[in-house]
C-alpha cells in the first residue's frame, strides 16, 4: 500500500481550474473535478474555492463526514501541509464571526427601510442573555440577528424583493381580531392535535428551513432532539446540512418526522430519497410546489455579492445579474418541470401521503384534492419565493369563500408569520389542522437543542393562555366563532377572477 | 410574659426555606411559613425574600399594618438588631427609585417599538410639573412615566403582548367622528348620571386597578377621598393595597362603592369578601370575567426576570417560561373554573347588583341578562388579558346590530382607552351606562388625592365642552345621531359568526 | 385747566386691584376698573398687568387709539414718568421676541407627535427668506413657525386636544382623486366668481381669524389692502385687532367684505356692530354657530400656562383647569344662548344677507335654509372646536348623499385644511361656491401686504394650472365628474344616524 | 474673406440684453439675438448667460454641433479670448459638481418629508458601486441621487406638488396581490411581445424623458445603444438632448423606436418633425395629452430659484411665482389648445399611428377610440403634471369597469411607478399590451449604455422569475386571474361620475 503523501498549499493551487479541481477540507486534499457536475449546490459554489482551503465554508452548511460519504475513495488525494500563513482550526461561529470583515458594503446607502435588517449600531460588545431571559419568539429573533453570521442571518431573514408578502404574513394574521367567549370552565387545557395521522403535542410543528447548521454545529440534529422531548413534528428539509438518516437516528424511536422534498431535475435522484424516506419511518411527504426557480431575496444575494469581491480563486465566479446568494445556489438541481401528474409517481415511490407545499388559491387546493393530495400547505415559501403574492392566511380564507368543502377532504396546514400563540389560535379557529414555524425555530437554535425546547414552550404556553382567555379547553374546539375577520375580509378574493373583470386576453398569434 | 427578644440579620437567615422561613418586615421579624400557602399574591413572592428584610417589598403592594391583621400573635418572633449593612428607612418612592438600578437591563436590543416604555433619555433630573400645568389625562401619563418606579411603571402600563388591543381600545374610539348640531342653547350643562342606582356627578367612574400603593402612599385612600370630593363613583380592585374597609372608611358617609371581585379558588374566602362588601355598603358586585388566567404582559414580566437576578434570597424563583411579572403573581389564587351558574352564588351571597366585566361579545351580554346579571361592562382588562381581542367600542357596535334589545335590558358599561371628556361622550351617545376610567386614575396618583381630583375636573370640563359643542345640555340627551361610526362600522361582526364562513370543525374523536 | 401729572411707576402699582385698577399704556395711566367688567376679553387679561405697565400687551392685540375710543376722557389719569427699570420703546416684533425667553417649558416631556410644534432645534440665527422663494401656503407656514413669538404661533397654529379634525380637515381633502379630461382648449382660463352677490377673481376668500397684529402690525390692515390688489373678498373678524371702519377704509372704493359675527351676550352690542357694519358697506355676516364654547386648544392653553408663572401682577390669575389661552379669553363675551330663531334678528338688524359658519351636518343645512340662511359655511373652526368633529369635505359630500337639494337654495361655503389650488378645485367641482382660507394668510402676514398679495397669486397659478389640467377653462364649469371621492365615500354619513343603530336613549327620568 | 476676429469677456459682457444678445458656447462666440424668440427652452433660459460664457449650462443639456447646425453661419461673431478667471475646459459632470456648490438653500427648513430628497448627510467621498453589484432599479436611483448635479436630480426625480400621484402610482400596483399557480412546466418563458407592430423582446419599453445629457454625456445615444443590445423600443422624447436623426442612427437597422411629441404652438414646426420622424422609420407617436401647461414641480422650482441668486447676467431673471424649473422652461413652446380634431392633422402629416399619452379617465378612452388613435397610453406623466390625478393603474382597472370592450380595440399602455418586473406583470395581467418605464432608465444612464442593458437584463430576470412563479411561460398568457385587486377595488370610479351624486353645476350666467 503506497505512502499516503502530504502535499503544501502551493501544490493544490495548481489544481484550480473546472477541469482539474481540488481542495482541501480538514486537512485532507480532494479531487471534486467530477463531483462538480452532480454537486445539488453547483459547481460555482466549489469552484470559487478550486484550488483552496474550503474547510470553513463546508463546515457552514454540511455535517461531517458527508463528503466522504459521497466520493470514492479514490478521490481521496492526500494530506495538506500545515502552512504558517493558515489560521489555526476554529468553531464554526469563531470562523464565522472572522468572516463578518467590517469592509464596507458594497452599496451602503441603499437600504430599503422594509428590508429586515440587522441592527445599524452593534453594541462594541454584545452579550447574548441567558436563555429564560427570551419570552417571545421575537427575543429569538432579536438574539440571531446579533449572533449568527451576516451570511446565515441574511439567508435566514431575507425575503422576496420588497418584503410586501413577507410583511403582510404576519400584519394580516395579527389584524384578525378574537371574540372571546367567558365563564367557561378552564382549568384544564389540551392543545394535542393529530397531524396527517401523526399524534402531536401542538397544532403546530417544525416547518422546513435548509441548512440548519449556519445556526448551529448540531443543527437539523438539535431540531430533532427538542422535537422529541416536546412531543411535536420536525419536518426536515431537503437542503438539511445533515443527512437525513442522521437526523431521524438523532430523535426517539417512533418520532414523527415529515420530509419536505425538491424534486430533482435527476429524478432518480428524488426516486432514491423518497424510498429512503420511507424506510426511514418518515410518516409524510410535503412536495414543495411554489418554487420552481428560487425568488429573489436580495440581502441574500448583497452578501453573495460581497463574498465574490473577497473570494481569492482563480475561477472567477461571474455575477449573472441574477445574484449568486445561497438562495440561488440551492435550487440549481431543483425541478423546473414538475407538473400535476408527477404527484402520483411521488405516491407510488414513497409509498407516503403526499401534502402540497405553497398552495395559493382555491383552484390548486381543489385540484390537489383531484390529484391525490392527502392535503395542502397554504405557503408562500415565507414571502421567499413571488412577493406580492397572496399572504398565507387570506388564502385560508379564499377557501372559505371558493371551495368550503375543501376543509372535509384535505388536511389544511398554513406557514408563514406565525410567531405567536395567538395566531396559531387563528389559523386553528379557522379551519386550518396545523401550523407551520419555521423561522423563529431557525433563530432557537442559536442556543442549539434547549433553545428548541425552550421556545416550544413559549409557543403552547401562549397557545394554551390564548384557549383559555378565549373559553376553550381543547384546541379541537377552536371555530371560526371566536374570531372577527371583517378588517380582512374585503381583501378576500370572490373566485377564479375579479366578478367585475371579465376580459381575457387573446390567443397569441 | 417573656422579654421581646432581639436577633440579627445572620440569625433570620438561618430560616430561608420553605419549611421554614422567617422575613423582617420593619425591624420585626415574622414567621410566614404556615402563611406562604395562603398568600394571595403566591408563596414565591414572600420566598424572593426568606430570612431576609422584606420591608421595602412589601411596603410597595401592601398598607401599614395589614400583616398584623393577618398573621397570629404567635407568629412574631421579635425585633430586627439594626445592622449597618443596611440602608435606613426610607420612603416608598425613595426606595423604589434606588431600585431602579442603572444595570443594563437582559434584552436591551429587543424594544417593540409599540410597547410603552419609558422615555429612553431620562433627564438628567426630572421636575416634576406643578399639577395645575397638567390639563390632560395624556400630561398624567407622562409625569407617572417619569415619576414611578420601572417596576410600578411596567405593571401599570403594561398590556398583552404585542398590544394590539391595547392600542386599538383608544384608535378605534378615536376614529368615531362626531356629527355636532347647532344653535342650542347651551348656557347650562348637566353631566349627572345615575349608574347602577348611585348618583354620579358624571357618566364616567374609577375602573378598578391593583396595587395603587405602587404610585402614592396613600393609593386607594387617596382615590376615595378624590371620588368623594368630586361626586363620582370608585369601584375597588379585588387587589386593592389596603384593605375594603379602610378604603370605604376613607369617604364620606353614603359614598358609592362598587367591587370588583377576582372569584378565589377558595370559595368561602370569596364569600366572606362579598359579605364584608356588604356589610360596608358597597353597591354594586363587578366580576371580572375576562381573566380566568392573566393575560401575558411582557413589559411587566421582563422587569421581574431582572429583578430575580438581583435577587439574594436562598429560594431560588424559577423562571417558569409564563415570566413571573406582577399580574401573574397577583392571579394564583383565581378561580380558573368560573362559570355562568356561579352568577347566582355571587348575587345570593353578596345581595347585591352583579355586573359582569369582561363581556367581549354580543352573544355573551344575551347570556348575562338571561343568568341575572345587572349589567355587563365590555372590557378587555385594558388589552391586558388576550392580545388581538376585539376593542371595547367594537363590541358596544356589536350589540346594536346583533341584539340592540340588550340595552333596554342591562347597564352597559364599557373601559378601555377611554382618556378624553370626548371619548367618554362618544361612548355614552352610542348607548353606554357610564365608561370606567382606569390607568389615567393610577397615573393622577403621582400627586395623590388633589391629583384624582385634579383629572376628574380635567375630564369633566373636556366632557361639558364637547357636550356644548355638540349642542347636548343634559349627558342623558346623548344619542347616536351625534355620532359617525362609518370609519369602523366595516370592523362590527355580523353576528355568532361571519355569514360567509359556514365551516365547523368536525368533533374531536 | 389743571396741569397734566407725571406719575412713577411706584405710584402706579399702588392701584392693582379689581376695585382700584390703574394700567400704564405707551406711557399715559389710564383707570381702567370700571372697564374691567366690559373688556370684550375678560377683566383677568386687564388684571395681569393691574398697577403696571400694560404697553407690551396691549399692542400685540390692540391697534393704537384704540383704547383712546373707547374710554371716557375722565378716565386719563396722566403721564407715565420713565423709569431707567423700563425698556425703551420697542416694536412689537422686537418686544416679543424678547418675551420669547428661553426658561423650559413645564412639561418639555409630553409633546404629542401629532401636535403642531415650533421646530425643536431652531438655527442659532434663522434668516427669514426673501419673499419671492416661497413658492407655496406651506412654505409660508415654515417661515410663520420660525418667525412668529411662540405665543402668536401657538394661538394661529394650535387646535383642539389632539388635532384629528384639524389633522383630517387636509387628509381627507387630499385622498380626493381627480380625473382629468385631455384634449381641450385651455389657453385661456378664468377663475373669477360670484360669491354672496360679490365678483371675486377667485373661488376663495380670506377666512375671518382673529388678532391678525399678533402677526404683523398692519394686521387687517394689511389684508385688506392686498386683497383690494388682487379683488378677492376678506371676511373680517369679529375680534380684529383693528376697528371694522379702519378696516374697511384701508381698502379701495367698493371693495366687498364679509363680517363673522360672535354674537355677543349682551345683545345690545352686537345690534350696534351690526347697524356699523351695513353703514360701512359690508356685504354680507357670517355668523358662527360652532363655538358656543371654545375648544380646548392645548398648545395655547400651555404657552397661557407659563405665562402665568412670569406674571408680576398682583392679581393672581388662577388657572382653572380650562387654561386661559387666547381661545378661551377671547371667547367670554360670545352669547352660549344663540338659537335658530335669533337668525331673523340678525338679518333684520343688519338688513344683510347671513350665512351660518359652522355647519356640520346635512340636518343643520336644511334648518338653516328653513330659518332663511342665505348660505352655510361648512366649517369646524379649523379644527378648533370640537375635536373628532367631521372634517368639512365629509359634510360637504354628507350634503350630496342627504339633501342634494341643498345647492339649489344655499351658497355652499367650505373651510379647514385648504391650501393648495387643487384643494380649493376638488371643493368647488363638488358644489361648494367658495372655498375660506384662513391660517395660510395669517401666516402671510409675516411679509405684510406683500406677503398677502404672493399667497393670493401663488394659489391662483396653482388653481389655473390645475383647471388647466383637468381640462377645463372656466372655474364655474367645475363638477363632480372631474374628481373621484371613493377612497373616503365609504366615510360619509347616511342619515340622521347609522341605517343599522335604531336605538335611541330613554328619557332622563 | 475676412481675418476671424477673436475677443475678449469684457467685449463680449457688452451685448447683454434682450436686444443684443451674445454669448460664448465652447469658445466660440455667438449673436443669439434673433434666436432668443425661437429657442424652445425660451429666451429666459439664453438671457441668463446673456454677455456671457454658456457653454457649461448648454452642454448639459444640448449635443455637440447642435448649435451650428440651427444658426445662420453669419451669426457667428468670433473666438472668445482665454482668461485667466476662467475655468479650464472639464466635463461635464465635472462642471457639474462643482456647480452643487456648499451654499445654504433658501428654505432649508421646509422640506416636506414627502419630497424626493437627495439624502441629507452625504459622505465624504461617495463610491460609486461597481455595475454589477446593482441588481434593481431601486440601486440605480441610490446611485442617481448621489451621483447627479442636484439639478439634474430634482429634474429627474421631482413631481408636482405633493407627490401625492408620484407616491400612490407604485403604491397602488404594489398593493395588488399575485395568486399564483403551481405544477406547471416552466422551464421556458417566452416575455416576448408585439407592440404597436413592433417586435419586443419584453412587455416594457423605454418611457419618453427630457433631456437625458444630464446623466450622461452620450444621453439618448446611449439609451438607443442599449435598447438595440436588448432588443427593446425607446420612446424618443420630443425634449431630447440629440437630434431625432442622431438617436435613430446611433442604433442598429430596422430598430424600432417611436417619438413622444408635444405638439408647438407652431404648427409648422410639428409638422417638420413629424415628416423627419416619418423618413427616419419611426414606428409610432405618443402625443403628450396631459401637459397642456406643466405641472408645478416643486422640488424643480426650488432648484431654479436658487440658480437665480447665483446668475451673473445682466438680464434680471424674474421669478413670477410659477417659478423657472427646467419643467417650466422646456413647456414654453407646447401648444394649450390641443383638441381631439388634431389627432387626424398628426396621423395624416405622419402617416403614423398615433397614441395618446396621458388618458385619465375610461371616457377619454373612448374618444381616442372614436377619434381614431392606435392605441393610449394611461399615464399620469410619472406623477410630474397634476398632483393627486389618479394613478395609472386606477384608470387601467377603471377601463374595465366602464368600457371593457376597449381592450379589444386599443392598444392599452401604461407607466408610473413600474419599478419591477413583478409591477409589469400585474399590469400585463390586467391587459396592457405594454408597460413604460421612464425614471429608472435615466437613473441607469449614470453607468452610460451598460447600466441600459443591465437594468433590461435585472428587469427581464424579474419578470421571466415572476412568471414562472405565477405558473405561466409566456407573457401573452398572463390574465386578470393571475392577480387580486380586492384591496384597491373600492377606489375604482363606477362611471362618469359617482353613483350617488347627481349634483350638476348651473351654467355660467
Known amino acids: 500500500m503506497e505512502a499516503r503523501q502530504t502535499l503544501s498549499l502551493d501544490e493544490i493551487q495548481k489544481h484550480n481550474r473546472p477541469d482539474d479541481c481540488w481542495v482541501a477540507i ?7 473535478t467530477e463531483f462538480l457536475d452532480i454537486h445539488p449546490g453547483g459547481a460555482e459554489a466549489i469552484l470559487k474555492y478550486a484550488g483552496n482551503d474550503a474547510t470553513q465554508a463546508y463546515n457552514e452548511v454540511h455535517a461531517p463526514g458527508m463528503l466522504e460519504e459521497t466520493l470514492a475513495a479514490d478521490k481521496f488525494i492526500g494530506d495538506l501541509l500545515p502552512s504558517n500563513d493558515m489560521p489555526p482550526k476554529s468553531t464554526i461561529i469563531e470562523a464565522a464571526a472572522a468572516e463578518a470583515s467590517p469592509q464596507p458594503p458594497l452599496l451602503p446607502q441603499h437600504q430599503p427601510s422594509t428590508q429586515a435588517q440587522q441592527p445599524a449600531s452593534l453594541p462594541l460588545v454584545y452579550q447574548k442573555p441567558p436563555l429564560h431571559a427570551l419570552i417571545s419568539a421575537a427575543d429569538f429573533q432579536t438574539v440571531a440577528s446579533h449572533t449568527l453570521t451576516p451570511k446565515a442571518w441574511a439567508f435566514y431573514s431575507s425575503a422576496a424583493t420588497d418584503l410586501i ?3 403582510q404574513n404576519k400584519a394580516l394574521t395579527r389584524r384578525i381580531m378574537f371574540r372571546p367567549r367567558i365563564l367557561k370552565d378552564v382549568a384544564h387545557v389540551s392543545t394535542s392535535r393529530t397531524i396527517l395521522g401523526c399524534s402531536s403535542s401542538t397544532p403546530f410543528f417544525i416547518s422546513p428551513a435548509a ?3 449556519l445556526a448551529h454545529p448540531s443543527g437539523e440534529l438539535a431540531l430533532a432532539r427538542g422535537a422529541a422531548a416536546e412531543g411535536i413534528v420536525q419536518c426536515i428539509s431537503s437542503n438539511a446540512s445533515y443527512p437525513l438518516s442522521a437526523i431521524v437516528d438523532a430523535g426517539v424511536t417512533d418520532q414523527p418526522f415529515f420530509l419536505q422534498l425538491y424534486v430533482n431535475s435527476d429524478r432518480a435522484k428524488t426516486a432514491e430519497l423518497l424510498r429512503k424516506a420511507a424506510s426511514l419511518g418518515i410518516k409524510g411527504v410535503f412536495v414543495t410546489v411554489d418554487a420552481p426557480v428560487p425568488g429573489k431575496r436580495e440581502a441574500d444575494e448583497r452578501i453573495a455579492a460581497e463574498a465574490v469581491v473577497s473570494a481569492i480563486s482563480g475561477a472567477v465566479a461571474s455575477n449573472d445579474k441574477k445574484g449568486g446568494g445561497m438562495g440561488r445556489l440551492m435550487a440549481q438541481y431543483v425541478e423546473k418541470r414538475l407538473v400535476w401528474q408527477d404527484i402520483a409517481w411521488i405516491k407510488e415511490v414513497s409509498g407516503l401521503p403526499v401534502v402540497l407545499k405553497g398552495v395559493q388559491s382555491a383552484a390548486d387546493a381543489v385540484l390537489a384534492c383531484e390529484y391525490g393530495a392527502k392535503g395542502v400547505m397554504l405557503s408562500n415559501h415565507g414571502g421567499r419565493s413571488l412577493d406580492g403574492a397572496q399572504p398565507s392566511i387570506l388564502v385560508l380564507l379564499e377557501l372559505h369563500r371558493i371551495c368550503p368543502e375543501i376543509f372535509d377532504k384535505l388536511e389544511i396546514y398554513v406557514d ?3 410567531e ?6 387563528k389559523a386553528v379557529a379557522l379551519g386550518a389542522t396545523a401550523v407551520g414555524v419555521g423561522r423563529p425555530y431557525l433563530y432557537s437554535l442559536t442556543y442549539g437543542e434547549e433553545g428548541v425546547e425552550h421556545l416550544t414552550q413559549v ?3 401562549e397557545l394554551e393562555t390564548s384557549m383559555r ?7 379541537d374546539d377552536a371555530h371560526p366563532g371566536l374570531v372577527n375577520t371583517q378588517d380582512i375580509d374585503h381583501l378576500v378574493a370572490n373566485g377564479e377572477s375579479h366578478d367585475w373583470i371579465r376580459w381575457r386576453p387573446r390567443a397569441k398569434i
Open 26 to 32: 480538514e486537512e485532507k486534499i480532494w479531487d471534486v
Open 165 to 167: 408578502t413577507h410583511t
Open 211 to 213: 441548512m440548519a447548521r
Open 416 to 418: 408563514g408569520g406565525f
Open 420 to 425: 405567536r400563540g395567538s395566531d396559531i389560535l
Open 459 to 461: 409557543l403552547k404556553d
Open 469 to 475: 382567555l378565549c373559553g376553550i379547553t381543547d384546541i
